[in-house]
């Protein structure tokens, strides 16, 4: 079975500008989470997505936003970018309600802001 | 609010056994996790704990007190590449909002020759 893929892998942005990435979770899953992770703050929550619906969400501001469609892969957009923003962005989907280390993470996505 | 304490960083040496701690103070308790990740790519799934008791597998063990607000990482016969850092989360619940994982920051671990 394909692991979690997430594209792109690498990226490079300038202050104001947006950006979107894209998850395709295991084949099956229905849940993806998203986290950025950074050396100082670790593994932050940013959202969960389950059938199409947000059913979670972390502390950070709007423009931090995503998207599920019909087939479980999903999108997560963060528009004028700051600085801060640069970090490594993982995507994680799992079985729902599945207890036993349910997560299974992409490779992520490194994103740099100039 | 809710809190995961782990040791930033550790050492051993090849071949030694390693433990590493992890405390929580957390609304609820419904799980905790162990993964691995190595410098440059994505976590890894190591253990899972939701009862008392110490769960084995292979060289890796997982201990959980939930009285404590405890657990641990047990790492035998340390090998070069168990190098990596190691993350603890737990889930405060199983419902709603709270589904969600708390993650500590990790432990960076540096295994000698």
């Known amino acids: 079975k394909a692991g979690v893929t997430q594209t792109p892998r690498y990226l490079i942005k300038t202050r104001g500008q947006q950006v979107t990435l894209s998850c395709s979770p295991i084949s099956g899953h229905r849940s993806v989470s998203w986290y950025q992770q950074t050396p100082g703050q670790g593994l932050q929550f940013l959202f969960e997505y389950f059938s199409e619906t947000q059913r979670n969400k972390g502390n950070f501001p709007g423009r931090f936003s995503g998207r599920q469609f019909s087939n479980s892969r999903s999108e997560m957009n963060v528009s004028t970018l700051e600085l801060g923003d640069s970090a490594l962005y993982l995507c994680?989907?799992?079985?729902?309600?599945?207890?036993?280390?349910?997560?299974?993470f992409g490779p992520g996505t490194r994103l740099t802001v100039t | 609010g809710q809190n995961i304490d782990q040791p930033t960083e550790m050492t051993a040496t090849e071949g030694a056994i390693v433990q590493i701690n992890c405390t929580y103070q957390?609304?609820?308790?419904?799980?905790l996790f162990w993964y691995q990740q190595h410098a440059g790519e994505a976590p890894t799934f190591l253990s899972y704990n939701v009862l008392d008791g110490l769960e084995e597998k292979g060289r890796f063990s997982s201990f959980l007190s939930r009285s404590k607000g405890y657990s641990y990482l047990l790492l035998k016969e340390l090998q070069m590449k168990d190098s990596a850092s190691y993350l603890c989360a737990v889930r405060p619940s199983n419902a709603g909002n709270n589904r969600k994982l708390i993650w500590g920051l990790g432990t960076s671990l540096a295994v000698n020759p």
């Open positions: 994680a989907s799992s079985l729902p309600g599945q207890g036993q280390g349910g997560q299974y």
């Open positions: 957390t609304s609820g308790f419904n799980g």
